[in-house]
């Protein structure tokens, strides 16, 4: 299936779990977010990736072969998951988690809600 992007939104959101995540760094696709006051059940995971590539500085503050295997497994407070997904309402979105702390005071990352798509409809 292919997805075509309706509008870009990039803003946090609050992500809910029916059970808490075994990993608070690797958490998984949530149960649901809350977006400008509206909460959004997820009802399918479409897609998953992750981006774990080290940019910047961070590229440069390790060993090559151990480089490789972060970017492979990541490595703390760098990278992002993505997850498309499907709401109760039919609608699709793409989420992130964002592993990188932000401060001493918020060491958990942050989660942000990327796009909405729309399904691309076959030619007739």
């Known amino acids: 299936m292919a997805y075509l992007p309706v509008r870009f939104i990039s803003e946090a959101v609050e992500v809910h779990f029916d059970r808490p995540p075994l990993l608070e760094k690797k958490p998984g696709c949530p149960d649901a977010f809350t977006w400008r006051g509206s909460t959004y059940r997820i009802v ?19 060993r090559p072969e151990h480089a490789a ?11 992002q998951d993505y997850y ?15 592993r990188a702390p932000k401060d001493a005071g918020r ?3 942050a989660w942000f809600l990327e796009k909405e ?8």
């Open 44 to 62: 399918a995971l479409l897609s998953e990736w992750h981006d774990y590539q080290r940019r910047g500085r961070m590229s440069r503050n390790m």
């Open 69 to 79: 295997t972060a970017e492979r497994r990541g490595s703390w407070g760098v990278g």
């Open 84 to 98: 498309r997904v499907r709401t109760e309402d039919g609608r699709i979105f793409d989420l992130y988690y964002d």
């Open 107 to 109: 060491r958990k990352g």
């Open 117 to 124: 798509l729309a399904e691309e409809q076959p030619a007739e």
